[in-house]
């Protein structure tokens, strides 16, 4: 590929031959901004602190980083089994599983084992997979990962490369005390690479990076990069009422295939899917208080079409990366603008744009100012077409034959009645003691 001015070509990182093949199969040539910067760095095994939301790049960069350093670094001694070289802390089942996937699909061509934990699962079979040989990567939960810790299932002292994804919701979640347990049960900041990343740079998250981290490369991609280039953002102004009409005949009428409809609660996401369902358009929920290995399963079936509609929290605003999916709704705005555009950056990825549309009622309209002065532009604002604000009528649906009535049609063709003897006395007796 040709040198162009300003992007900074993978062939230019002197990076192994497996690793730059496993990059060209993914169809990536040029580094984005942060794999740009923050590459050069990592690769010799320099600290990093970042603040980057999903979609960026990042996590192709760290494991672009540990998979070069391992491969030019011999351990020295044999690892035991449930010893990792590398270890990558993220919030999230969901995050852990796309981490580990993307680092799969980069290590394709190579032999390192890559091994994911997380709760909600079947803890024997994460156990055995531990058991099967040495890990060079390991991407893990905070809590699960402290269980099989405590059991001494797992040996953090031969770390050499830490990384802590998205280290605002650590905090969030109530995960740090976890964090610390397990960053003091690895060698020496000064005896390991860190990298750290959080979508926001609180003085909290400053003050454990400056814990963890020795004179680390700072690097920053701002939230507004993320979200205006790639994602065309409208917003219509309507009522509560009209709300779901609009849904309806946005879905419809532009013949959406794949589109994630974002609300604020758990119980606004199944009356919507409800609603959705009632017309006849295939949805699910994806939400806290979902089932783990209904949610993995949900999001497959999304992720491969199954599904055409999915109806979430943040829970996926963050840590989940679908392929072709190019429109996102908020069917409510969520509260905390941050949280905007996590949800806007599940489409418009890697170049491609997406749509991103917003409903805005009498409580949401507030919420508009503070997401426009954090993405640094105006939001167009639109009344939608009164035709788009008209249902159709639902279809009557057949009532669903139980078991009972072909019961009855058996008895019936075999000349006998469909009750037990002494049914009818008892039902009367029964009768005339009410």
Known sequence: MKPVTGKVRFHDLDLPNQVLHAIADLGFEYCTPIQARILPSALKGKDAFGRAQTGTGKTAAFIIAVLTRMMRQSTGSKPKVGQPRVLVLAPTRELVIQIADEAQDLAKYTRFKIVKIFGGMDYEKQRRRLSQGPIDIMVATPGRLLDFKRNREVDLGKVETLIIDEADRMLDMGFIPDVRKIIYSTPHKDQRQTMLFSATLTEDVRRLAAQWTRDPMVVEIEPEHVAADTVDQ????????????????????????????????????????????????????????????????????????????????????????????DHVINYTLPRDPEDYVHRIGRTGRAGVTGTSISFADEDDSFFIPHIEKLIGQSLPCIQPDEQWLKLPKVKKQSPVQTSRPKSKRRYQRSGKKNRRPGSRSKAISRGSRS
């Open 234 to 325: 409208k917003i219509y102004i309507v009522t509560t009422q009209e709300k779901w009409a609009l849904l309806y005949n946005i879905i419809t009428r532009e013949n959406l295939k794949r589109v994630i409809v974002f609300c604020n609660r758990k119980d606004e996401t199944r009356h919507l899917s409800g609603l959705l369902n009632r017309y006849g358009i295939n949805c699910a929920v994806l939400s806290g208080d979902i089932r783990q290995r209904k949610r993995l399963k949900t999001l497959e079936d999304f992720k491969g079409g199954k599904i055409r509609v999915l109806v979430a929290t943040d829970v996926a605003g963050r840590g989940i990366h679908i392929e072709g999916m």
